[in-house]
């Protein structure tokens, strides 16, 4: 275990460390109780930001959460319910499975509840985690000039390259999908969903129309570039993307949309700044055309999805394309883009955006 750099867990503005040896005990959701033995010692500072109202029996706290994580809150046989009522004293409502509604913690001592919401947020948040990706934050790349260009690029890999270990057409994107990914969400409900679309139009109105200036950004697609560190071993092979200006303006509007979204706790924190890429090549689309490169690493249930790759040589094509010029395009719209679905042009749905002019 790293003792001096320990994972954390933002909840309510406080940050709660948390103990790796959890992670080691937990396997599928029927160990949810191995999982709680030894849960509670990263939530023993309970968070006095919670609103806790006082009721004629005691004390009581909501919490807000989809149905989909209720049976990490209630464990096999109820344990996990039964463990948190009995230390923390109180007793706690869930609304039954496939049914919205809230979580109702009750109790007789205000610190009781606050305990037991605190242990049930980082529950929750543990498990959200492990949730796989739904939807994203995406600018769709997919105009007309850019389609062609991406059809001409994929011609003349597969007619100068297709001889290169692991190249054939089976691992090019589909030119109605190109896209750039601002950040992937985990959204559970309809009313996270409707969170999103409001914290999106906060951007818009906060920021976003200042950098954009109310106009669409113009940029260029424009050369490619590899993932990994070996280009004979390559598994994404993406294009480039700028601003045609030379300013460093559309980086300044993602990296400020990927940081209030982290701060809201609608992405996890995994990096600083976006890449801004389109991916054109991917190694996951040779057996699964619907794959989504990383993103595809758990189960609704948690469990890791091992996919196996045959990666490609990509020096001759980095050699012969790297300046390979895709278009320009004016990016107008940010998307909350839903994985795994088709709309009527062949993209992904999208469930909101809003637009630059």
Same mark, same amino acid.
């Given at each position: 275990m790293e003792v001096l750099r320990p994972q954390l867990i933002r909840i309510g503005g406080r940050i709660y460390r948390k103990n790796p040896i959890q992670e080691q005990t937990y396997q599928h959701d029927e160990e949810d109780e191995d999982f709680y033995q030894?849960?509670?010692? !990263?939530a023993e500072e309970p968070c006095d930001g919670y609103e806790v109202v006082q009721t004629q029996q005691?004390?009581? !706290?909501?919490?807000? %959460?989809?149905?989909?994580?209720y049976k990490h809150i209630v464990g096999k046989r109820g344990d996990t319910r039964k463990k948190l009522e009995v230390e923390t004293k109180t007793s706690i409502s869930i609304p039954k499975p496939g049914q919205e509604g809230e979580i109702v913690i009750s109790g007789q001592h205000r610190s009781g509840v606050i305990s037991a919401r605190t242990r049930i947020d980082v529950l929750l948040l543990t498990f959200r985690r492990k949730q796989p990706f739904t939807h994203f934050l995406a600018f769709f790349l997919n105009e007309v000039e850019v389609q062609e260009r991406f059809l001409k690029f994929q011609e003349e890999v597969l007619e100068k390259c297709s001889m290169d270990h692991g190249v054939d057409s089976t691992i090019f994107q589909n030119p109605k999908k190109l896209h750039l990914t601002i950040g992937m969400l985990v959204l559970l409900s309809e009313q996270e969903i409707q969170q999103t679309c409001e914290m999106l139009q906060q951007c818009k109105e906060e920021f976003i129309d200042n950098i954009s200036g109310g106009k669409p950004l113009e940029v260029e697609m424009e050369g490619i570039e590899y993932m990994n560190d070996d280009p004979g071993m390559v598994d994404v092979l993406y294009a480039k993307v700028h601003m045609k200006d030379g300013s460093n303006r559309l980086q300044e509007l993602v990296d400020r949309v990927l940081e209030r979204f982290q701060a809201s706790g609608l992405i996890v924190k995994e990096w600083n700044s976006v890449k801004l890429h389109a991916t054109v090549m991917n190694t996951l689309f040779r057996k699964d055309p619907n794959a989504e490169g990383r993103y595809n690493l758990y189960t609704a249930d948690g469990k890791y999805i091992f996919k196996e790759r045959e990666s490609f040589d990509g020096r001759n094509i980095l050699k012969l394309f790297e300046n390979f010029y895709f278009g320009t395009l004016k990016l107008n719209s940010i998307h909350i883009s839903q994985r795994f679905t088709v709309d009527s042009f062949g993209n992904y %749905?999208? !469930?909101g955006q809003i637009d630059f002019s």
């Open positions: 030894g849960f509670t010692e !990263c005691g004390f009581q !706290c909501t919490v807000k %959460a989809p149905s989909l994580l %749905a999208s !469930c």
